[in-house]
């Protein structure tokens, strides 16, 4: 990849380092890299090699791919049209479009018509079912729950559950927090 193409990867570098609670000193000593480099590609002043990325991914217990994906600008202010290709692109299966763009700490899919997700899901965070249009059936903690249009069904971080559209044309929403965030209690003040 030429390197004027390569993404920023600074912020996401940023971003895990502070998740994971390590100091530069700790992520240098880690990696191999000094203090300074390792400053200057957090502020976009630099861009690591190859090599330096995968060390510096390996201290901070992800991979490049990661960095990489982590590394899509945020957008404070960001409107995802229906027909946008980008997100388009990022579904996991057809039928399915994320409704975020990037690496947010909210993360939201859309999934439309007769989908029976058969697999069972479980998130690291809490999450979030909203039944736009038409009717589900879903199961958690060992219960079945019967959704209608305009029901929710909110999920503790952890619960396994799965779920499946009772009708066709059924539109859900899965809101969520991302599992790249650690959500937990703020420390007492």
Same mark, same amino acid.
Request: aromatic fraction near 4%.
């Given at each position: 990849?030429?390197?004027?193409? !390569?993404?920023?990867?600074?912020? !996401?570098?940023?971003?895990?380092?502070?998740?994971?609670?390590?100091?530069?000193?700790?992520? !240098?000593? /880690?990696?191999?890299?000094?203090?300074?480099?390792?400053?200057?590609?957090?502020?976009?002043? &630099?861009?690591?090699?190859? @090599?330096?990325?995968?060390? $510096?991914?390996?201290?901070?217990?992800?991979?490049?791919?990661?960095?990489?994906?982590?590394?899509?600008?945020?957008?404070?202010?960001?409107?995802?049209?229906?027909?946008?290709?980008?997100?388009?692109?990022?579904?996991?299966?057809?039928?399915?479009?994320?409704? $975020?763009?990037?690496?947010?700490?909210?993360?939201?899919?859309?999934?439309? +018509?007769?989908?029976?997700?058969? /697999?069972?899901?479980?998130?690291?965070?809490?999450?979030?079912?909203?039944?736009?249009?038409?009717?589900?059936?879903?199961?958690?903690? +060992?219960?079945?729950?019967?959704?209608?249009?305009?029901?929710?069904?909110?999920?503790?971080?952890? $619960? @396994?559950?799965?779920?499946?559209?009772?009708?066709?044309?059924?539109?859900?929403?899965?809101?969520?927090?991302?599992?790249?965030?650690? &959500? +937990?209690? &703020?420390?007492? /003040?």
């Amino acid at each position: 990849m030429d390197e004027k193409e !390569a993404p920023r990867v600074g912020n !996401a570098v940023r971003r895990r380092r502070r998740a994971l609670e390590l100091t530069l000193a700790t992520v !240098a000593r /880690r990696s191999g890299l000094s203090v300074p480099f390792l400053s200057q590609i957090e502020n976009e002043r &630099a861009r690591p090699s190859t @090599r330096s990325l995968s060390a $510096v991914a390996h201290a901070l217990e992800t991979t490049v791919d990661e960095l990489f994906a982590a590394a899509d600008p945020a957008h404070t202010v960001d409107v995802v049209r229906s027909d946008d290709e980008d997100t388009a692109l990022m579904a996991p299966a057809p039928g399915v479009r994320s409704l $975020v763009r990037g690496q947010h700490q909210l993360q939201a899919m859309e999934y439309c +018509g007769d989908h029976d997700s058969g /697999r069972e899901f479980q998130y690291r965070n809490d999450s979030l079912l909203y039944v736009a249009d038409g009717a589900v059936t879903a199961e958690a903690e +060992g219960r079945v729950h019967q959704l209608c249009a305009g029901d929710t069904l909110y999920l503790s971080g952890g $619960v @396994r559950h799965r779920w499946r559209a009772t009708e066709p044309d059924t539109r859900l929403l899965v809101v969520a927090v991302g599992d790249h965030i650690e &959500a +937990g209690e &703020a420390p007492p /003040r």
